[in-house]
């Protein structure tokens, strides 16, 4: 009831200003018709007064009737811009013919006034310009509303200091951006300056804010305009353009917000004006990558896929891009159920057609795999279950070897034995020449898949990358949580350095690399140039508003078991890699081993996993004889025969 009561409270104005605006439009047309006469408005000729007071009011409300059909009363004119001027332009315009219409067709045969003009009650003349005042003064009124509300949107609540805002960018996004926050009455920031790197756009102004420089002026105009926010406007730009321009961003100790990326955008999961904190992401993502559509649709559209370990980091966003090309059925396979409840409801409600299930068990039972293909009899199945922390698996080596090797081996099998298109391993640099345990096992996974991709008809690849960024147990959440403590930030070593990816970019790479397979490839994911780990903890520690080694300390602590201080892509006995039809996407030679004995030693290795580790590892060692890792450790496991 309060509602509709403000809301006639609201029109009425509205009605009677249109109403007034009308009246004068059509009053002042007749003054400016007869003023070249030299005549003043009283003296306008009689018949024409007499056909002014009695169409008026017929000519008012008709004007009101199709504004009402124009939504004239039911736009927010607080937020007017170029839709809602033609908004007003159409609407006043269709006003007007109708009453000229009516002009020449009605209204004459409605006077009684013997000396009215029969043809029409008023000049052709005042029709056109009865229509251009009421352009204007209709116009004119509700633009006055946004000015209004414009100057007084900007400012906060009582009391509350306005943030002054830098937008990097002066192209389109940076307009949206502008204008978003001068029109928004419950912004708190107010863009007082703009920067952009094309000369061109130097010294003009973006909805009245100048654009003041280039990225190299950012530090100076930060101080000159005082400064407290920076919106990144540059979500299409180079990623090197983008971490050069966030490098000197954050030295400014100025708060960095940024708007979505542009692979955020094209899916869905954010508006371009949103505005999120700049991360790390931001700084060691690249730029887009381009995928191969119809290659992907081919194995993908309407197939029954099984994602194992689906509500992992890699395996959720798998999920995610696979929904993306219409498959059949998508099942998750996953062990940890609170993941994959959370990850199933998001892509009801993102693909609601999409036919989704979740299963509940571990890869490790071979029992359990074989009646999910036996159930679902899927066409591909990316195989992302695995343990993947190489300090815990150090502590545990045998459940690395079962849940990795063994978790491998049964999905491996019932891929064969369902018949099975393609299956797709999601390996690690860690399996080249592994230091630890995990990468052990991992290089074993890839041996799998080699040799099943020559005793199966099914299409057996693995796809192996760096670290990926963000995912659970990394560096990153890691790092934050230890900022978010005061620090100290702990890092192994000052020299030591990763490969990093983001989680989205993986998984495209693994789905296009799944879409080249032909089966017992190893392909190999440019991870792009290694970052130190110590520049990436500064970086972040910027990021979150301190200053690294004043504000937030960083610790080293030494490197942990199995720690490399680099990671490799490819082995020395892999050689070089062969380039495929993606830019990103190489293929790693195959490495020739004893695939008589191969089963066999698998089998000897399942005897001995989590029983006897010195077996265990003497095994491990037969089958990856670049392994290094857990010599150290002989006599420790030799006392130890359960491994856990």
Same mark, same amino acid.
């Given at each position: 009831?309060?509602?509709?009561?403000?809301?006639?409270?609201?029109?009425?104005?509205?009605?009677?200003?249109?109403?007034?605006?009308?009246?004068?439009?059509?009053?002042?047309?007749?003054?400016?018709?007869?003023?070249?006469?030299?005549?003043?408005?009283?003296?306008?000729?009689?018949?024409?007064?007499?056909?002014?007071?009695?169409?008026?009011?017929?000519?008012?409300?008709?004007?009101?009737?199709?504004?009402?059909?124009?939504?004239?009363?039911?736009?927010?004119?607080?937020?007017?811009?170029?839709?809602?001027?033609?908004?007003?332009?159409? *609407?006043?315009?269709?006003?007007?013919?109708?009453?000229?219409?009516?002009?020449?067709?009605?209204?004459?045969?409605?006077?009684?006034?013997?000396?009215?003009?029969?043809?029409?009650?008023?000049?052709?003349?005042?029709?056109?310009?009865?229509?251009?005042?009421?352009?204007?003064?209709?116009?004119?009124?509700?633009?006055?509303?946004?000015?209004?509300?414009?100057?007084?949107?900007?400012?906060?609540?009582?009391?509350?200091?306005?943030?002054?805002?830098?937008?990097? *960018?002066?192209?389109?996004?940076?307009?949206?951006?502008?204008?978003?926050?001068?029109?928004?009455?419950?912004?708190?920031?107010?863009?007082?300056?703009?920067?952009?790197?094309?000369?061109?756009?130097?010294?003009?102004?973006?909805?009245?804010?100048?654009?003041?420089?280039?990225?190299?002026?950012?530090?100076?105009?930060?101080?000159?305009?005082?400064?407290?926010?920076?919106?990144?406007?540059?979500?299409?730009?180079?990623?090197?353009?983008?971490?050069?321009?966030?490098?000197?961003?954050?030295?400014?100790?100025?708060?960095?917000?940024?708007?979505?990326?542009?692979?955020?955008?094209?899916?869905?999961?954010?508006?371009?004006?949103?505005?999120?904190?700049?991360?790390?992401?931001?700084?060691?993502?690249?730029?887009?990558?381009?995928?191969?559509?119809?290659?992907?649709?081919?194995?993908?559209?309407?197939?029954?896929?099984?994602?194992?370990?689906?509500?992992?980091?890699?395996?959720?966003?798998?999920?995610?891009?696979?929904?993306?090309?219409?498959?059949?059925?998508?099942?998750?396979?996953?062990?940890?159920?609170? #993941?994959?409840?959370?990850?199933? #409801?998001?892509?009801?409600?993102?693909?609601?057609?999409?036919?989704?299930?979740?299963?509940?068990?571990?890869?490790?039972?071979?029992?359990?795999?074989?009646?999910?293909?036996?159930?679902?009899?899927?066409?591909?199945?990316?195989?992302?279950?695995?343990?993947?922390?190489?300090?815990?698996?150090?502590? !545990?080596?045998?459940?690395?070897?079962?849940?990795?090797?063994?978790?491998?081996?049964?999905?491996?099998?019932?891929?064969?034995?369902?018949?099975?298109?393609?299956?797709?391993?999601? !390996?690690?640099?860690?399996?080249?020449?592994?230091?630890?345990?995990?990468?052990?096992?991992?290089?074993?996974?890839?041996?799998?898949?080699?040799?099943?991709?020559?005793?199966?008809?099914?299409?057996?690849?693995?796809?192996?990358?760096? #670290?990926?960024?963000?995912?659970?147990?990394?560096?990153?959440?890691?790092?934050?949580?230890?900022?978010?403590?005061? *620090?100290?930030?702990?890092?192994?070593?000052?020299?030591?350095?990763?490969?990093?990816?983001?989680?989205?970019?993986?998984?495209?790479?693994?789905?296009?690399?799944?879409?080249?397979?032909?089966?017992?490839?190893?392909?190999?994911?440019?991870? *792009?140039?290694?970052?130190?780990?110590?520049?990436?903890?500064?970086?972040?520690?910027?990021?979150?508003?301190?200053?690294?080694?004043?504000?937030?300390?960083?610790?080293?602590?030494?490197?942990?078991?199995?720690?490399?201080?680099?990671?490799?892509?490819?082995?020395?006995?892999?050689?070089?890699?062969?380039?495929?039809?993606?830019?990103?996407?190489?293929?790693?030679?195959?490495?020739?081993?004893?695939?008589?004995?191969?089963?066999?030693?698998?089998?000897?290795?399942? !005897?001995?996993?989590?029983?006897?580790?010195?077996?265990?590892?003497?095994?491990?060692?037969?089958?990856?004889?670049?392994?290094?890792?857990?010599?150290?450790?002989?006599?420790?496991?030799?006392?130890?025969?359960?491994?856990?």
């Amino acid at each position: 009831m309060i509602s509709k009561k403000n809301n006639l409270r609201n029109l009425i104005p509205q009605i009677i200003i249109d109403a007034l605006c009308v009246f004068f439009s059509y009053w002042l047309a007749f003054v400016f018709r007869f003023l070249p006469d030299h005549k003043i408005p009283f003296m306008i000729p009689q018949q024409y007064v007499y056909a002014f007071n009695a169409t008026i009011p017929w000519i008012t409300l008709i004007c009101l009737a199709v504004f009402a059909i124009f939504r004239f009363y039911s736009t927010m004119w607080a937020f007017a811009s170029l839709d809602e001027l033609l908004q007003i332009f159409y *609407g006043t315009t269709t006003a007007c013919v109708i009453v000229a219409v009516l002009g020449f067709n009605v209204f004459p045969n409605t006077m009684n006034d013997p000396n009215s003009v029969r043809i029409s009650p008023f000049p052709t003349l005042v029709y056109i310009m009865g229509w251009l005042l009421t352009v204007f003064l209709v116009g004119g009124s509700r633009f006055c509303i946004r000015i209004s509300q414009r100057k007084g949107g900007g400012k906060a609540g009582r009391g509350e200091k306005n943030r002054r805002v830098m937008v990097v *960018g002066a192209g389109e996004m940076g307009s949206m951006v502008i204008k978003d926050m001068k029109n928004a009455p419950q912004s708190k920031g107010i863009p007082v300056v703009a920067i952009d790197d094309d000369k061109k756009k130097r010294g003009t102004r973006i909805h009245g804010v100048k654009v003041a420089g280039g990225r190299e002026s950012i530090p100076r105009i930060v101080s000159h305009y005082h400064v407290d926010e920076i919106i990144l406007a540059i979500a299409t730009a180079k990623q090197k353009d983008k971490r050069e321009i966030i490098n000197i961003c954050s030295k400014t100790n100025c708060q960095l917000k940024t708007i979505p990326a542009l692979y955020e955008m094209l899916e869905g999961e954010s508006a371009p004006l949103k505005l999120r904190d700049v991360n790390i992401v931001d700084l060691l993502g690249r730029d887009e990558i381009k995928l191969n559509t119809e290659e992907i649709s081919g194995y993908l559209e309407n197939k029954t896929i099984i994602v194992t370990g689906g509500g992992g980091s890699i395996g959720s966003e798998l999920c995610r891009q696979i929904a993306r090309f219409s498959p059949k059925k998508i099942v998750i396979l996953e062990i940890y159920e609170n #993941n994959a409840y959370i990850l199933q #409801n998001e892509l009801k409600r993102r693909y609601p057609g999409l036919d989704i299930e979740v299963v509940i068990g571990s890869v490790r039972d071979k029992a359990r795999v074989e009646h999910i293909f036996e159930c679902y009899h899927p066409d591909v199945v990316f195989h992302a279950a695995a343990h993947k922390h190489v300090p815990l698996m150090e502590l !545990s080596p045998g459940e690395a070897v079962k849940n990795n090797v063994f978790g491998t081996l049964n999905v491996a099998q019932a891929c064969d034995k369902y018949h099975v298109k393609r299956m797709v391993l999601i !390996s690690t640099d860690k399996a080249v020449n592994p230091t630890n345990i995990m990468g052990a096992t991992k290089r074993i996974c890839e041996l799998i898949v080699q040799y099943y991709s020559r005793h199966s008809k099914t299409g057996f690849v693995a796809v192996r990358f760096g #670290n990926v960024l963000g995912s659970s147990g990394s560096v990153i959440p890691i790092f934050k949580q230890q900022i978010a403590e005061g *620090g100290p930030v702990t890092v192994t070593h000052p020299d030591i350095v990763r490969y990093f990816m983001t989680i989205p970019e993986a998984a495209r790479l693994v789905i296009q690399a799944g879409g080249m397979a032909k089966g017992g490839e190893i392909f190999v994911l440019d991870m *792009g140039e290694p970052v130190k780990i110590v520049d990436l903890a500064r970086n972040l520690i910027r990021l979150s508003g301190f200053e690294p080694d004043v504000d937030i300390k960083i610790k080293y602590t030494g490197l942990r078991p199995g720690e490399k201080l680099y990671e490799e892509l490819l082995l020395d006995s892999e050689g070089g890699c062969k380039k495929t039809s993606h830019e990103l996407i190489y293929i790693g030679n195959p490495i020739p081993f004893n695939e008589d004995t191969f089963i066999g030693d698998i089998e000897e290795l399942r !005897s001995v996993a989590g029983v006897d580790n010195v077996k265990m590892m003497k095994i491990i060692h037969r089958l990856v004889p670049t392994y290094t890792g857990h010599a150290e450790k002989t006599d420790l496991l030799a006392d130890d025969n359960t491994g856990e």
